[in-house]
């Protein structure tokens, strides 16, 4: 790039353009003095060239002349350097090319934090396209901007600038000066965390800072203003990289690569000499003006005064010497043109002028001035530079005086570069031609009070006085040449088309009367498209049926179909959900048959008191009938158990884990009280004796404690379930046994007679002792045993377990028709009452429905199962239990009872005007994993459910944060219902009075409107985490306390957090630290278990009391901080676990080693979570290999060598299960992987291969699954572990919580176990003690979803319902509900939604859908792509494009109209992006193109059109809700709140004369003004985020527009992924993932996504064409037919 000083020769309107260009496109302006160049085989050493000499330059010279002998060293040097950066860029390009556009938003929290680059985000903010140079109010906004964004999502973060970064801008000064005002004002001004204490990113410090903290990414620049800054942050990506810190781009890519080495950078020097006369006269105005200075008197005040000495002092120089400086050409013009010292006095009075306005004028009178085309002079610029420089040297300076109290407030306000050339263009044109205007006295007062001050400063030094201002006529200023292509457009008239809608009126009828709307005459409506209405029902020409969204979904057979092969296929479909719901809940459970229909039970209570009535004869035969037959099955028991008593007591003396597994066995099938009790009492004597003989046998070698154990635990049992049988010679033997293990005084409260201690005199009994108190070792030992406060009345209502309270209450919410928010942790029973109120529904209707609301397919398959394994109802001929329906399939629909299904696919049943009926049957609605509210994708239509369904609802989730925020806006929605219902009913009443006929009504069950938050937060089983780690090719294990998670720092601003939940082992842990590292600690003595109030002389410790223990412990922790915080840290230190690093490669290949260690520590079953799909596939392919290895000279797999059960599943089953396979594209993989007890698991295998792995998971056979985030999202695979095998941005709060959840099945695990591999610890921490995040409402419209609401409102069946549903969308969004002021935002985009529909020609002007309606709301996905195909169809693009090879015989169209075709539809919905250094990284492909060409010329001109128009419109509703903007805070930056807003200054010709106000100015921030934006801006697109008034919360992407062109921050161009296309051309997956840079999961599951979009696109064309010979529709059904072969190997695929 060249600069302005080697450009000696050129004119000054060239120069003009190059060096002071007005807007930050380009940075040639700052670029003066270093040669950028990108090109690396032409690196130079960046060597400064034609500034002013100085004493500073010949030292430079005369270093470079002493260092002359290295110079062939140096030059070696340099060549290597070259070739090093050259390679580091290709490699980084290389790594940025495959990186994801990911939203970084979604889960940010109070505890996760990450890290800025300070120099990303300066270059990022400066590279912004409405800054214009020198406008630093408005780059601090843009700045603020930035960081405001991330603080309104919670997010932490830390921003760190190095020092050595400031070397790499030094030749830079104006960049430099801000960078360094950036620094101080974040520091002075906001609470930002800043960092400035690292040299580089490669020092010492630097990397202590990453191992304690470790981020949770790094948001960096991948492009630097040089080519020097770019290779530093090459070296910074790679670093980060290296020490496993995920790398987020600036503009939004985000790469995962990791491990890649540094590189060292040297530092640049500074200007001393320079600095010393700063320093020397910031000394004598820190006297001048001690106290409460403003920054913006004292910068300007000393810069003037230091530069205008300097120059002088180079001007008498060159006067002297009478030569220019050494080493430059003579034909250079620099100091004959240079500024002579009364016109550098000029300018800096200007200068002092221009910061005098600004410290008295308001931001509202700064943004009405004019807008001059001018740019100083090239010759300038030496003296600009240096006064850029000086201020740099000041503000660092200024923070080493630090007596001095100065006013930073201001910081971001130095100055104004326009607002000063407007001065100067004023004394030069102006004031010479007479025009002459008053200052103003107070304006004149603080400039002559800055100018006085530097005449002080300046000491000997005469500048001239203060008036006049200019004293010089050498003119400053030239005139800029504005080219037409650069003028604003006009504003467009703001006129609406008038509409009529009754829905419009209701909704958004009060701000109707203060908008413009066009006359009925205006040539706008009068050349409205006046197209045929749109009939949803038929066709428009034909009458032909039309399928709507519902119709369109791929159809399986239903259990209605006279087929007699559809038949069979329902029945096989049947089965096989009957054999998945076993795999569920076992095959014992008993089916709940309700064929009998039943009225409504009466609305009770679990705590309503039960009637007593007195007993009739037959209740009291029923009774005693019941009493012979128990009689007679405790006969039956007594006889089993007098059979297998012996042989268990033999078996546990024998071996002790597998007699206790028999007499557990026995216990479970046993059901006599008594018979337990015998059984128990047997197993307590066997245990004892084997705990004797064990201790005889060990002598001094450790005992096994397991023993002891199974001892305590019968004895447990005993104690506390059957009390009723125990008498004094079982009280005896139970003492005994204490007595023995050494818990004398729990021996003692038990049986204190006398005749026990004198039976055991004569033995030593010492040596059975366990060597603790018996509170410790319930603790230590038992804790997963401990019994929890379990209610023991059944409930009538559940008849195969006894529920909770909690449960219970839940049972109440569904009996009174209630609706109820419900949280509670993974496999705590919460979703029992999903089935209990399908139960409730199919016993007491046969027309009432109840809808399943599933996020995932993987769900709905589950509950399917579930349902059909524990229901069965006779249903009328067609009818059928359940039914599915999803975006690929459905059946039974209609004819079902319990409806399953996904919540776009609910969404469409509730919008669609004809099945309304169908809609009032539903009875309830359950949403599962309701979370998914606050989700990226899709969470708005969890919104559209949740406010228009009628009925009550269940909303089910483990993890919400703020169920109270929800709740609360449900329970407004429910009475908004609530209102409408009741004047229903009266309007409905008040007909039938009229009619006569009262005695119609039916009586029905009363509806309710209560919403209830019930809240669990106790898990059933604990969970233990340990991390791993390899120490010399073993592994490491170590557990780790949850309270090593925890920081000082975090406990006293967060508090411990309320999930982190301690095992009663680890509460003795806790307990066992603070006493190490405070012996001294006061309250040891309180919280010593034996002694602590709720253990004491307690045989049996319940649960409940070690969760005291637990909360008391926490308690004193934050006690120990007032006491001594030190103290804290060493104990959060002391139980931090040692862990051993190693390499990547060395932990991969140890993988099937760490899975064999859990095989010995017996913690299988488990799930291994991986986050990407290829490493889930290898880890699970390496430990085949490795069994493989092992067992390869046999011909059967021995037991040793596979983790498969071959007794939990009969040979048949397991064949059928397998049998789903045949002809799946992983099916040999994963039956060669089942055989071994392995399988895998991704969200982009087929439905029934998930199946497969889930249903021999959970039946045992499988042991060992890999998996990616698709098992965490509710579905039922519990097991004894899991394990973090690899670390990622999407591992946050939110997913650990969901897949940890897996770990520990209730009835099966006593404890859940959860491993970290791989993970750094830092990130283990935040992981536990991280909160998840909070539900947020987002911007609930589109204008697709305006269009289908008009279209329920207008064609609904039931036009009231409809429109009360349609309002209860507008009027109830999540986002207005605490934010009210967004409903008149809402509402006006609402009107914008409509006129955009009217306009185009998708509604009449009575709001009725017309023209291609259903074409638009059947892609509402693919908004705006859905309008733009429309209007190429419209323009007649694709009638132009398809044209058959011959017109006569059957239409083919050639292979050039296909491909075209192609890139058509991908340009509109294939629209994948890639990084835009994708362009940089030269790369030959094997087969793909890889980045897409742009739209064909004619359809690129028509996409042009279409966004002109979405421009006009967005802008003009943008010039609308401007009136909505807080204007207070418009004028307060974002971050800091510092306000520039006041009383305007009136005493002034001169500001009334260069700020008139003539430009429109009252739409857009006045931030953004400064750089001459206006309101005619809005209408560009590009421009609208960064200069929209920041309170009406809108932006770009709720326009739709569509990107023909979209950059990155930094005008990069970002290309889209050509995956559709090459998949055409050459129909390799493996050329996909191998060019286009999409793993194989991910592609397949795109090009699959296109094929199904060509085909919706053809079947509607279909429908709405009348010819069935039509180019277009032909060519559209050519290349779906084409499309399909190359995915499947055949025609269009057919569900099987």
Known sequence: MASVDDSSNTSDSDSESIEDSETTDSFSSFDESEDDIKDYSNISDGKTHGELPSSLEADKENLKESDSGSQELQTKGLTECKEFLRKLSIFIWNSLAKSEHVSLLKDFIESEFFLIDGDSLFITCMWNKTLKKGQNLHFFYIVEQFLHNFNQKDARYVIVFFKDVENIFFYHPELLSLRTALIQHLEHNTEVPIHTEFSSCLSPEWENFLKESYPYFLIVSDEGITSRQTDYLNIFILHALQKKINVVLASGQETNVLRIFGYQVQSLYSHWKFFEQVHQTMSLL????????????????????????????????????????????????????????????????????????????????????RIIHCHWKKKLSPFLRMLKRCEFFILKEIKTISKWKVDFTFLPDLTDNLLWKNIAYYYEVENCTGLNLEVGDELMEKYEKMWNTILNLSGDYDFGGSIPVRRTLQHFLTQKEISSTVCKPEIPKLGLIPLTSQLLEDYAGDILEDLPFLSNDDPSIITLSKKKEFDERKHWHSNRPLDDDYGNTKFNSNANSKDSKKQREVQKLYYFYHIFGESLHGRHKSVRIVNQVTAPPPTKTSQQKKIKSKKSNADKIIEENLKRKQAEIEKKEQDKWTVMSVMIENEIKENVNNGIKNLETFLRTCASDSIKFLAEMVGMEACFMSWKEHCLSREKKPKDVNIAIQLMKRVHMIHEKYPQFMEEKHRKKLAKCLKYLGFDNLAESLYSQRDLVNNLVTEDISKYSVQMGAARFQLSYMGHYLFREERSD?????????????????????????????????????????????????????????????????????????????????????????????????????????????????????????????????????????????????????????????????????????????????????????????????????????????????????????????????????????????????????????????????????????????????????????????????????????????????????????????????????????????????????????????????????????????????????????????????????????????????????????????????????????????????????????????GYHHSSMQYKERQVVEMLFRMGYIKVVTATGSLALGINMPCKSVIFTEDSVFLDALNFRQMSGRAGRRGEDLIGNVFFYDIPLPKVQRLLKSNVPKLRGQFPLSISLVLRLMLLVMKGDDKEDAKAKVLSVLQHSMMTFDQPEMKHMLKVYFIFSLQFLAREGYLDQECNPRGFSGLVIHLHYHEPSNFVLISFLEKGLFHNLCQPMKQNGPKVFSENVMETLVLVLANLFGRRYLPSCVKKYKRTFSQSKVILNDLPKEFAAAAEEYNHKIENDFGSFLLIVSKLADMK????????????????????????????????????????????????????????????????????????????????????????????????????????????????????????????????????????????????????????????????????????
């Open 1529 to 1696: 805070k418009e004028y307060q930056l974002p971050l800091s709140e510092i306000d520039f807003s006041g009383e305007e200054y009136g005493d002034s010709e001169l500001v009334s004369h260069l700020m008139p106000g003539t430009e429109n100015r009252t739409a857009v921030s006045p931030f953004p003004c400064l750089s001459e934006i206006t309101d005619q801006d809005l209408f560009n697109i590009d421009m609208v985020n960064d200069i929209v008034l920041r309170t009406i919360d809108v932006h770009d992407e709720n326009a739709p527009y569509f990107w023909l062109k979209k950059c990155d921050r930094d005008g990069s161009r970002r290309h889209l992924n050509a995956y559709a296309l090459d998949f055409y051309k050459h129909g390799s997956m493996t050329a996909l993932t191998l060019d286009n840079w999409l793993n194989k999961g991910d592609a397949f599951a795109l090009i699959k996504d296109f094929g199904l979009l060509i085909q919706a696109i053809r079947i509607s064309l279909e429908e709405l064409c009348d010819d069935e010979q039509d180019d277009v529709v032909l060519a559209f059904g050519q290349l779906g037919e084409a499309y399909c072969k190359k995915i499947w190997g055949k025609g269009e695929r057919t569900k099987p």
């Open 286 to 369: 820190s006297n001048m003006w001690p106290e409460g200075a403003d920054i913006r008197s004292i910068v300007c005040s000393l810069s003037c005064s230091v530069v205008l000495k300097a120059y002088k002092n180079m001007i008498d120089g060159v006067e002297t010497t009478g030569k220019p400086r050494e080493g430059k050409d003579e034909s250079t013009q620099d100091c004959d043109e240079a500024l002579t010292l009364q016109e550098a006095a000029d300018l800096c009075r200007m200068l002092c002028l221009s910061v005098a306005f600004l410290q008295l004028l308001p931001l509202s009178q700064r943004v009405k001035s």
């Open 794 to 1238: 059944p409930d009538p209502r559940v008849s195969h377990f006894i529920p909770d309270t909690w449960q219970r209450e839940l049972l109440d919410v569904v009996d009174n028709n209630e609706s109820a928010v419900i949280v509670a942790p993974t496999s705590s029973g919460k979703t029992y009452v999903s089935y209990y109120c399908m139960e409730k529904i199919l016993k007491t209707s046969d027309e009432g429905v109840v809808v399943y609301v599933s996020p995932t397919k993987a769900l709905i398959n589950q509950v399917v199962g579930t349902v059909y394994s524990i229901f069965n109802k006779r249903r009328t001929k067609g009818g059928a239990i359940c039914g599915v329906f999803t975006r690929d399939y459905r059946h039974d629909v209609m004819n079902s009872q319990i409806l399953v299904t996904v919540p776009q696919c609910l969404e469409i049943l509730l919008l669609s005007p004809h099945h309304q009926k169908w809609v009032k049957r539903i009875k309830y609605v359950i949403f599962d994993e309701v979370h998914c509210l606050g989700g990226e994708i899709g969470a708005e239509v969890w919104e559209h459910l949740l406010v228009m369904i009628r009925c009550p609802f269940l909303a089910l989730s483990a993890t919400i944060s703020n169920p109270e925020y929800l709740t609360e806006w449900l329970a407004s929605v429910k009475r908004y219902w609530q209102s409408f219902e009741s004047m229903t009913a009266k309007t409905t009443s008040s007909k039938i009075t009229l009619k006569g006929s009262k005695q119609n009504l039916r009586k029905t069950e009363k509806p309710s409107y209560r919403v209830r938050l019930v809240m669990y937060k106790e898990r059933y089983n604990d969970l233990e985490k340990y991390v791993c780690s390899l120490k010399d090719d073993d592994f490491l294990i170590s557990h780790y306390h949850p309270c090593a998670a925890l920081t000082v720092n975090h406990i006293e601003k967060y508090g411990i957090p309320l999930d982190l939940a301690f095992s009663p082992r680890e509460s003795i842990q806790l307990y066992d630290a603070m006493v190490q590292v405070w012996p001294e600690w006061p309250r040891v003595q309180d919280f010593e278990p034996e002694e602590f109030s709720y253990f004491k002389e307690k045989v049996v410790i319940m649960k409940t009391d070690a969760k005291k223990y637990e909360e008391e412990l926490k308690k004193e922790i934050i006690n120990w901080i007032h006491l001594d915080r030190d103290k804290v840290d060493q104990l959060l230190n002391y139980l931090k676990p040692e862990t051993f690093d190693n390499a990547e490669g060395k932990k991969r290949a140890n993988f099937a080693g760490l899975v064999e260690k859990l095989k010995e520590m017996d913690k299988l079953a488990a799930i291994f979570f991986f986050y990407n799909k290829k490493s889930s596939m290898i880890n699970c392919m390496a430990e085949m290999e490795e069994i493989k290895r092992k067992i390869r000279k046999l011909t059967e797999i021995p037991a040793e060598y596979s983790y498969a059960n071959p007794n939990s599943v009969d040979h048949q089953t397991l064949w059928k299960i397998l049998h789903r396979l045949r002809n799946g594209r992983n099916a040999f993989a994963l039956k060669a992987l089942a055989a071994r007890g392995i």
